[in-house]
């Protein structure tokens, strides 16, 4: 076991299986050691037969089960026993509803502590957002009404020039954002899974010793990304402006953002691996290739999910305030009236800023607690996680927690 109670080392339970059928290591036993009352000797779980009702001359047989309370989805007083809940998921293998309810469920429970981190990491990207925008991103240049086609490419040249000015410094932002949030909140939602209490001094004492780890694995995934994507476009852009260049560019684009989005999934759990397993980087990317195996398309899916509602969260937030700040700032909202390029002043910047301040203290939990807790679910049904969760947070039936300096793997 590592540090952290319930987080079991890597290799403790093979990670190779398929699903939640993997066969658990330990039946749960109650708090003197002994065996509880649902023994392997039982059928399986779903085909619990009820006790049997001793009669005048004989137990009687039992009779049978009225529908709907077999072996189903909503199994009854015979079915099999609830999972134990000691926190904000129940700890089985969870459906996509759970997985989302789990991160609000984190957001709510700890809230103080969630939007301390949130609040002040968006606040502090948000006003660099700002001055970029404000000093470093370039006029944008004049638009004419009617562009000739060498006009019209001129213009978009030096838009796309102007857009990819401003964001070197966006994607650092964003970077700088994203790692401290999944370093804090990683450690927020691995302990409200456990139904413990954390604090910010907390979060930030365990977090620290692997910040330079998630620091090279934050910088890494990006440049990966970039590297996929640069491949797969100067082979179209060398050949210049000639049609068979645009295709080909266009082709290779296509290709490596496959390639980026099948790499991007398969390593989506390496952060949680880091700060949990107190892994090294290569050692968590090749744990979360690990876990995603057999799962990419889930995972995918889940992630893409995840994705669109908290796009949909922004917008909600956002509209809003851009809409004030249009009203507010005149001279943008006037050059877009106008057909010309919109300068937008300190009024629009500062009234947008506080809508993704709000809106990004929202979603950063949100998205942080789903990436969480789908590494959880896949090491419940590898590894049988849920045993050790269950222990560590002191459910009773499962056996005495391990000390934290217990480092025996488990079978």
């Known amino acids: 076991m590592n540090d952290t109670p319930g987080w079991a080392s890597p290799g403790s339970s093979p990670s190779d299986g398929k699903g939640a059928d993997v066969p658990r290591p330990a039946e749960p036993s109650d708090a003197s050691g002994a065996p509880s009352k649902w023994s392997k000797d ?117 838009s796309l020039e102007s857009s990819l000015v401003s964001l070197g410094p966006t994607t650092l932002l964003t970077l700088i954002g994203t790692f401290v949030t999944t370093a804090l909140l990683t450690i927020v939602i691995s302990r409200a899974v456990l139904g413990r209490p954390v604090t910010l001094a907390d979060a930030w004492r365990e977090a620290r010793p692997r910040l330079p780890q998630l620091l090279g694995l934050t910088l890494l995934l990006p440049l990966l990304s970039a590297t996929v994507m640069a491949v797969g476009l100067v082979p179209g852009l060398l050949l210049g402006g000639t049609p068979a260049g645009a295709m080909l560019t266009v082709l290779g684009g296509l290709a490596a953002l496959v390639v980026m989005v099948w790499l991007l999934i398969r390593f989506s759990l390496s952060y949680s691996a880091l700060m949990l397993e107190r892994q090294g980087v290569m050692a968590s990317l090749r744990r979360s290739a690990k876990l995603v195996q057999g799962a990419w398309w889930r995972v995918f899916g889940i992630m893409a999910l995840t994705t669109l509602l908290m796009f949909l969260i922004s917008m909600i937030i956002a509209i809003p305030f851009t809409l004030i700040a249009f009203l507010v700032d005149g001279t943008g909202l006037g050059g877009l009236f106008t057909g010309t390029a919109p300068e937008f002043g300190w009024p629009f910047l500062i009234i947008t800023g506080i809508g993704a301040v709000i809106a990004s203290s929202i979603t950063y939990p949100i998205s942080s607690g789903v990436s969480v807790l789908l590494y959880i679910d896949q090491r419940i049904r590898r590894e049988a996680l849920d045993l050790e969760l269950a222990r560590a947070a002191g459910v009773p039936g499962y056996g005495s927690s391990p000390s934290p300096g217990d480092t025996t793997p488990r079978s």
């Open 42 to 158: 039982q059928p399986p779980a779903g085909q619990w037969s009820p006790p049997t009702v001793p009669g005048p001359s004989g137990p009687v047989p039992p009779r049978a089960p009225a529908p709907g309370w077999g072996g189903g989805p909503h199994q009854g007083a015979w079915g099999r026993p609830p999972a134990a809940k000691p926190g904000v998921i129940p700890l089985r293998p969870l459906g996509v509803g759970e997985i989302l309810d789990g991160a609000v469920s984190t957001l709510r429970a700890h809230w103080r502590t969630v939007l301390g981190i949130t609040l002040a990491v968006s606040v502090v990207t948000q006003i660099g957002d700002i001055l970029v925008q404000r000093y470093l991103v370039p006029t944008p240049p004049p638009l004419s009404a009617d562009p000739t086609p060498e006009e019209a490419l001129r213009q978009s040249m030096e």
